[in-house]
């Protein structure tokens, strides 16, 4: 709705994006590689050089939900991270 009224938070837009496609790539590979191969995409759509209504960026949006959604679904990623895991590695990086 208010992308129709040329109402767009870009920088929320973007991070939705940005979130979505980590999410996608985490899902699919296990890891999550930097830079992102979408980062100068969402770049250019944090100041709004991609237009909206054109892109169809909120139906965009939805179906990589959607998409992630289902891939998740069919994980065998773990529900829950190991936190004793991330402690200890913590707790490494420290004292070196």
Same mark, same amino acid.
């Given at each position: 709705?208010?992308a129709?009224?040329?109402? *767009? #938070?870009?920088?929320?837009?973007?991070?939705?994006?940005?979130?979505a496609?980590?999410?996608? #790539? *985490? %899902?699919?590979?296990? !890891?999550?590689?930097?830079?992102?191969?979408?980062? !100068?995409?969402?770049?250019?759509m944090? +100041?709004?050089? *991609?237009?909206?209504?054109?892109?169809?960026?909120?139906?965009?949006?939805?179906? +990589?939900?959607? #998409? %992630?959604?289902?891939?998740?679904?069919?994980?065998?990623?773990?529900?829950?991270? !190991?936190?004793?895991?991330? !402690?200890?590695? *913590? +707790?490494?990086?420290?004292?070196?």
């Open positions: 709705r208010n129709k009224d040329g109402k *767009i #938070e870009w920088k929320a837009l973007a991070h939705a994006f940005r979130v496609l980590q999410a996608r #790539e *985490i %899902v699919e590979t296990g !890891d999550l590689v930097y830079p992102l191969k979408d980062a !100068d995409y969402l770049r250019d944090r +100041l709004g050089k *991609i237009d909206f209504m054109a892109n169809s960026l909120d139906k965009r949006l939805d179906d +990589l939900i959607a #998409e %992630v959604q289902t891939k998740m679904d069919a994980s065998d990623l773990p529900n829950k991270s !190991d936190t004793a895991w991330c !402690d200890r590695f *913590i +707790l490494n990086a420290y004292s070196l």
